[in-house]
């Protein structure tokens, strides 16, 4: 290959992948990253390797709703990150007896979650909590096996990193907002 060609192909190279940097980087800094399931507490909705992309761009322009699963970072190890379905919103009270919860909105209105996605409820004896400012009760969807806010408490609205937005693998179960259900207020 001639000296001015091979200069060129690099040159030519280089610019590709300086543009595809620039395109790139911001996109998974700023908008979206991926993340794979580890564990099974969020089984049957998500399985041990499912690999997601997370949406990091929509709680930056509106907040985290009832039934959104969402990916955070645990108040009490912000190393690691959870994916959980948001259950309580901030100032709602939220009390669970045996396998029911019951949610107290801000406006006093009484919510009794029908959760289908459930399969092991196991929510266990009697918890009640009133969420302040800007905290979150989240739950696994296999509530047995979940280390949750009725272990560690409330979640903190800034660790949260963003919601489940795509589900690239197994191939199978590709899917747009996996999980995600519309809970009737």
């Not at 985290?64 to 309580?88: C, E, L, N």
């Not at 409820?121 to 696994?140: A, M, P």
Request: glycine share 10%; charged share 25%.
């Amino acid at each position: 290959m001639p000296e001015e060609k091979r200069e060129g192909f690099f040159t030519e190279l280089l610019k590709f992948a300086l543009i595809a940097a620039v395109i790139v980087l911001p996109i998974r800094l700023f908008i979206a990253q991926p993340f794979v399931v580890s564990g099974a507490s969020m089984t049957p909705t998500f399985e041990d390797h499912d690999y997601l992309i997370v949406d990091e761009l929509s709680y930056r322009l509106g907040e985290p709703q009832r039934g959104d699963v969402i990916i955070f970072r645990p108040p009490r190890d912000t190393s690691q990150f959870y994916i959980k379905r948001v259950i309580g919103l901030p100032g709602e009270t939220v009390e669970i007896a045996g396998g029911t919860i019951t949610i107290t909105t801000v406006d006093g209105k009484m919510i009794t979650l029908s959760e289908p996605y459930i399969v092991n409820d196991g929510n266990g004896g009697y918890l009640k909590k009133t969420l302040e400012g800007d905290d979150y009760f989240v739950l696994g969807d296999n509530r047995k096996e979940s280390s949750d806010s009725r272990v560690w408490g409330t979640l903190p609205r800034e660790n949260i990193v963003g919601r489940a937005f795509l589900r690239l693998l197994p191939l199978k179960h590709l899917d747009i907002l996996p999980g995600a259900v519309s809970v009737k207020q």
